[in-house]
């Protein structure tokens, strides 16, 4: 078992940093791009903001280009997430171009380059315990689930996958997940789960473990961008 401590951790940390730094500057014009596309089809707000648990449960707020539309039922709930889906946002994750923003996250010391993906803070209390030891490390934008299989998993796969990470983390893991996420995005894979335009929610082990046959209702609003 690997943990992320010391000069490891410490190492880490500074790469995430720099690069974080430079990246920045250097998708600086690409994100001015986007975020002028976004302006021009959807309006403003321009980035997604919302609360996400990360190292330890420690919440933080999560960065993201904005990629649905904010329309509503006539009870004032958000519609399901593929009436709300736009066309350039569809390109956006496809391209994962909306994760840029995190960058941000990454040079504040919020997230890491590579981790578990931030979740939805509801479902902490969720999680069985060893679900949970995926908040022992700092959350990434990138991560092992993610490049093997991403939103195409279904959760109890994921979080396995997630924790096998956090016990066998190295930089040479990282740098293998790193060049996998560039060979992912331009394979365009597991952008979404079979039959959402998203990912469903997780519910529960109970719950999440029984086949879906059909989509849940309009779940409490929460939504995971």
Not at 14 to 20: K, S
Not at 24 to 47: D, E, K, N, S, Y
Not at 105 to 123: A, T
Request: glycine share 8%; hydrophobic share 45%.
């Amino acid at each position: 078992m690997q943990r992320q401590a010391g000069a490891g951790l410490f190492l880490k940390r500074c790469i995430d940093r720099l690069t974080a730094a430079v990246g920045l500057l250097c998708f600086a014009p690409v994100m001015a791009a986007t975020a002028l596309g976004i302006w021009a089809t959807m309006g403003r707000p321009v980035l997604f903001r919302q609360v996400r648990p990360g190292r330890g449960g420690k919440t933080f707020q999560l960065l993201k280009f904005r990629t649905m539309l904010d329309a509503k039922d006539a009870d004032g709930n958000p519609l399901p997430d593929e009436q709300r889906l736009t066309r350039a946002g569809r390109f956006l994750r496809a391209a994962s171009l909306d994760e840029l923003p995190q960058l941000w996250n990454v040079l504040r010391g919020d997230m890491s380059l590579v981790g578990p993906r931030p979740l939805l803070v509801e479902y902490l209390p969720r999680y069985s315990a060893e679900q949970a030891r995926r908040h022992d490390v700092l959350p990434g934008i990138t991560g092992w689930a993610q490049v093997n299989g991403r939103n195409a998993l279904e959760w109890d796969e994921r979080f396995r996958l997630d924790v096998w990470y956090v016990d066998h983390w190295s930089l040479a893991l990282d740098a293998k997940i790193l060049a996998l996420t560039l060979l992912r995005v331009v394979q365009r894979q597991g952008i979404s789960h079979a039959g959402d335009a998203t990912m469903f929610k997780f519910l529960g082990n109970a719950t999440q473990a029984r086949p879906r046959l059909a989509p849940p209702p309009p779940p409490a609003r929460g939504r995971l961008e």
